[in-house]
């Protein structure tokens, strides 16, 4: 009998640290959504930086710091991101942004091989600038500069410094086939996100989420 009412303790015990566990847990994850997360932003240019910024502008105010990573070419972006920049600080009293600049990848019409050299160039840049920075997410919308970019951001999780989360948003105007960052990132983001159906035929691991920008 005195077995029996140590068992039923014991059981009683039990359970109640696997409730307050389970309810631990689930407070966690329920905060995690409006924990402040660093974001890495790639801006391309042209309708890259268009896209990418609309995203940007709806993003809540827990993404904070922001970073914006842009081509050292790209002369035009830089006034876009502090016009939105300046509408954010408008709604959400939040000014906590960088914007840093590395070499370019791939310019427009590059050949592939001399694309190379420069892509390596960029990376020299882009591994201590993702490595400095250490950030949650890395977002991007296909520029030739995201490649050496989300190359640093795989170096954290590879090496164990970070968990960042690479999120790819394939551009607009792919409505059947991917572009050339979106087939080499496609295997290795976190999330992949396409704006056109028939992408999710030929790429299974996309996720239509409807023409948001």
């Known amino acids: ?34 924990e402040p997360a660093s974001v890495l932003i790639v801006v391309g240019s042209g309708g890259h930086t268009s896209e990418i ?4 502008n709806v993003l809540g105010d827990h993404y904070s710091p922001r ?11 830089a006034h876009k991101v502090r016009q939105v920049e300046k509408e954010r600080a408008e709604r959400y009293h ?24 420069t892509t390596v160039q960029a990376l020299a840049f882009s591994v201590p600038l993702v490595l400095k920075l250490r950030p949650d997410i890395i ?12 190359f640093a951001g795989l170096l ?20 059947t086939s991917l572009s050339l960052s979106g087939k080499l990132l496609y295997h290795f983001s976190d999330s992949f996100c396409v704006q056109w159906p028939e992408l999710v035929e030929k790429y299974p691991k996309a996720k239509y989420l409807g023409k948001f920008v």
């Open 1 to 34: 009998m005195l077995w029996l009412l140590v068992y039923i303790l014991l059981a009683v015990f039990m359970i109640s640290i696997a409730i307050k566990m389970l309810s631990t847990r689930h407070k966690h994850a329920r905060n995690k959504t409006t």
């Open 53 to 56: 910024l609309k995203l940007v």
């Open 67 to 77: 970073y914006y990573v842009l081509a050292d070419t790209d002369t035009i972006s």
């Open 94 to 117: 939040n000014k906590d942004y960088k914007l840093f600049v590395i070499p370019r990848s791939r310019e427009v019409k590059q050949s592939y091989l001399t694309s190379v050299l």
């Open 139 to 150: 977002l991007c919308n296909g520029p030739g500069t995201c490649i050496p970019i989300c």
């Open 156 to 175: 954290l999780k590879w090496l164990y410094i970070r968990r960042t989360i690479i999120v790819y948003v394939e551009s607009f105007c792919r409505v």
